[in-house]
């Protein structure tokens, strides 16, 4: 059974980076089957896909974030990680980590997802 | 962008089926997924590619596919189905390659 878990602060300064990590079981992050998500939910709202990476370490963003977001791989340990720099409260929200078959199967597996908070 | 149009609500009464559009232009030529989210839990996978239920999903959940409108359907409606539906599609002619619907709230009368 895959799982994944995300990681890291929940409280964040305006202006810094959040920094947050995926740690994948019962699955490898070097599968070239799936892209490895961060989607993100602010408080009462919808889903907004922030991007992903693929086992290659190709990386695709969403337009409206692209300034601001880097995703990157560790197969090492088995984990996916996002910054998003320069952030507002704007970027309060619920970040999930996630595994994407694309058309294939969809979203299959989500994290939990954590809630990080962008207050001075 | 590509985007997709769900109502924001559905009210039903148990027992009854509640249908969730999905509107898209010419979303009949895209493979659509649909997730539950219940408050305070990650979404889960109800459908995929269309008309396919995950291992564990009751038959009770359906999709179609066709011209400009995606449709998941929920039989024998139950208080626990209560929850918010989302659409979503992967979109490789444009930029933002994972799309979501905005989201239904169903409620169970």
């Known amino acids: 059974q895959v799982q994944l878990q995300e990681s890291g602060p929940g409280l964040v300064k305006p202006s810094q980076t959040l920094s947050l990590t995926c740690t994948v079981s019962?699955?490898?992050?070097?599968?070239?089957?799936?892209?490895w998500s961060w989607i993100r939910q602010h408080p009462g709202r919808g889903l907004e896909w922030i991007g992903y990476?693929?086992?290659?370490?190709?990386?695709y963003y969403n337009p409206s974030l692209k300034s601001r977001v880097m995703i990157s791989l560790d197969t090492s340990k088995n984990q996916f990680s996002l910054n998003l720099s320069s952030v507002t409260a704007a970027d309060t929200a619920v970040y999930y980590c996630?595994?994407?078959?694309?058309?294939?199967?969809?979203?299959?597996?989500w994290g939990q997802g954590t809630l990080v908070t962008v207050s001075a | 962008s590509y985007v997709l149009t769900q109502p924001p609500s559905v009210s039903v009464a148990p027992g009854e089926t509640a249908m969730i559009t999905c509107g898209g232009n010419?979303?009949?030529?895209?493979?659509v997924h649909w997730y539950q989210q219940k408050p305070g839990q990650a979404p889960v996978q109800v459908i995929h590619?269309?008309?396919v239920r995950p291992s564990g999903i009751p038959e009770r959940f359906s999709g179609s596919n066709s011209g400009n409108t995606a449709t998941l359907s929920i039989s024998r409606v139950e208080a626990g189905d209560e929850a918010d539906y989302y659409c979503?599609?992967?979109?490789?002619?444009?930029?933002?390659?994972?799309?979501f619907g905005g989201g239904t709230k169903v409620t169970v009368l």
């Open positions: 996630a595994r994407d078959a694309q058309a294939a199967a969809g979203i299959e597996y």
């Open positions: 019962g699955g490898s992050v070097s599968s070239r089957s799936y892209y």
């Open positions: 990476i693929y086992y290659s370490g190709s990386t």
């Open positions: 010419n979303i009949g030529s895209k493979i």
């Open positions: 590619y269309d008309t």
């Open positions: 979503q599609v992967w979109d490789s002619s444009g930029d933002l390659y994972v799309v």
